[in-house]
């Protein structure tokens, strides 16, 4: 296994298949189908922890397949067919807001990701978010979230996307570039990313929130500086920046697959480092702060994300439709991802559920950590007074270990990433791992 210290050396380290992106803990891998009647037993339980609720809302419908898309996704679906599957989507709703863990609450948060979200009508978003919200109301509701692809937008898409109660609208931009958005199979031109962005500042959201994905297929040094400089001209409340990686369930691996290739196509690692680090400096020079290893923000006072942020302090989080992920009293849950099994299952009045794992408490402590690791700076109190653990103690070898490699410093109270860090904090979580949940994968 390669060392950390060689793993953010500039030295070239191709782009393989894999996921390397760390979005929760214990891995995806070890959750089982053998655990999904955990599921039923966390809603069974009261609520009496203090855990804030929110709503994950699974819209699987796109226009067109990405080429690096890994997520569960439909481009086939008609007018009927998207009608029973958010009807689908309600009674599972129905359900669970029935049960002990969550009737009576309301969500501090509401999240609508894809696939497209905005890929249905403006007729259909008002009907299901009515119908959510008379069984689960928002009122109280501090943000709606809702991802948004620029081809998909207008006038008055727009307009319904506000009435409905976003606040935070996030456009999947993510290069500039016509032809480099054909190649990576986005459906969308750059001429509709600008007027999809008028159309959303138009209405005055709380927050306009646009991704960029750093090492696109065919992307250049050219590109990636123009990337930069559009959006400096946009000047959106918050920029997303993730680095390219290829699942295997993609459509540039079932390529590399067949060409008999173990290097993607794409930027290697160092490069794509080198390009984020780019972008968050322009921003910076600009007025923005950097909030996570993935975001900067321009008023970090009032641009908020409380969908992450929520999530990575331990919320309940209920997700709705096919493929969806919940976190309900720490049980970990996916739900079915096709939906033709999800749609059987709500028939039957049986929970759509693939796989689970009930964690302990040590696990959740590690859970939060990691993902509060990706925001740059962990309150090591925070952890002392939930948990009961002193972070500068457990991890004192690999902390001091990270230190010495100028990748982050602590002391008894905090823990802060340097950019380094920062820009390969993902691959530094694995040292945090329990022996059995370690991975090999290093980049």
């Avoid at 990405?66 to 007018?79: E, G, L």
């Avoid at 295997?248 to 067949?258: A, D, S």
């Avoid at 409380?306 to 919320?315: C, P, S």
């Avoid at 982050?408 to 920062?422: K, V």
């Amino acid at each position: 296994m390669s060392s950390i210290a060689e793993a953010v050396e500039p030295k070239k380290t191709p782009t393989e298949a894999g996921n390397y992106f760390i979005s929760n803990y214990p891995p995806f891998s070890f959750w089982s189908p053998e655990n999904t009647k955990e599921v039923e037993a966390a809603f069974e339980q009261t609520y009496d922890d203090g855990a804030s609720l929110g709503v994950y809302h699974h819209i699987p419908f796109c226009r067109k397949r990405c080429h690096f898309c890994y997520f569960r996704v439909y481009t086939d679906k008609n007018a009927s067919e998207i009608k029973d599957y958010l009807d689908k989507t309600i009674t599972e709703l129905e359900y669970f807001a029935k049960t002990p863990r969550i009737a009576g609450r309301k969500p501090r948060f509401i999240y609508f990701g894809g696939g497209t979200p905005s890929y249905l009508s403006g007729p259909q978003l008002t009907e299901l978010t009515d119908r959510m919200k008379a069984i689960l109301p928002w009122d109280e509701a501090e943000e709606v979230a809702f991802e948004g692809e620029p081809g998909t937008l207008n006038p008055r898409k727009v307009k319904a996307i506000k009435n409905i109660g976003v606040t935070r609208l996030s456009l999947g931009i993510e290069n500039f570039d016509s032809r480099i958005l054909e190649i990576n199979g986005r459906a969308h031109k750059a001429s509709e990313v600008y007027k999809g962005y008028e159309a959303a500042k138009s209405e005055g959201f709380d927050q306009i929130n646009i991704d960029l994905i750093a090492g696109m297929l065919e992307e250049t040094e050219v590109n990636w500086q123009r990337n930069i400089e559009e959006t400096l001209k946009l000047r959106p409340d918050s920029v997303t920046i993730y680095q390219m990686e290829i699942p295997y369930n993609t459509t540039i691996y079932k390529e590399m697959k067949e060409s008999g290739s173990l290097t993607a196509p794409v930027a290697d690692w160092q490069v794509k480092r080198r390009w984020v680090k780019e972008a968050f400096e322009a921003l910076e020079s600009a007025g923005y702060s950097i909030s996570s290893g993935y975001t900067a923000v321009l008023h970090p006072d009032k641009t908020k994300f409380i969908y992450r942020d929520e999530l990575w302090t331990g919320a309940d989080l209920l997700g709705l439709g096919v493929a969806s992920i919940s976190h309900i009293a720490g049980v970990h849950y996916q739900n079915v991802n096709e939906i033709t099994h999800y749609a059987k299952a709500i028939e039957k009045g049986e929970l759509p559920v693939h796989r689970a794992l009930k964690t302990n408490v040590e696990e959740r402590m590690i859970r939060e950590f990691l993902l509060q690791m990706k925001l740059g700076r962990v309150s090591i109190d925070y952890f002392r007074t939930k948990f009961g653990v002193d972070l500068s103690e457990r991890y004192e070898n690999e902390l001091k270990e990270l230190a010495e490699e100028g990748l982050l410093e602590y002391d008894s109270e905090n823990i802060r990433l340097h950019r380094r860090g920062l820009l390969c904090v993902d691959n530094l979580l694995f040292k945090f791992f329990l022996p059995k949940h370690v991975t090999s994968r290093l980049v």
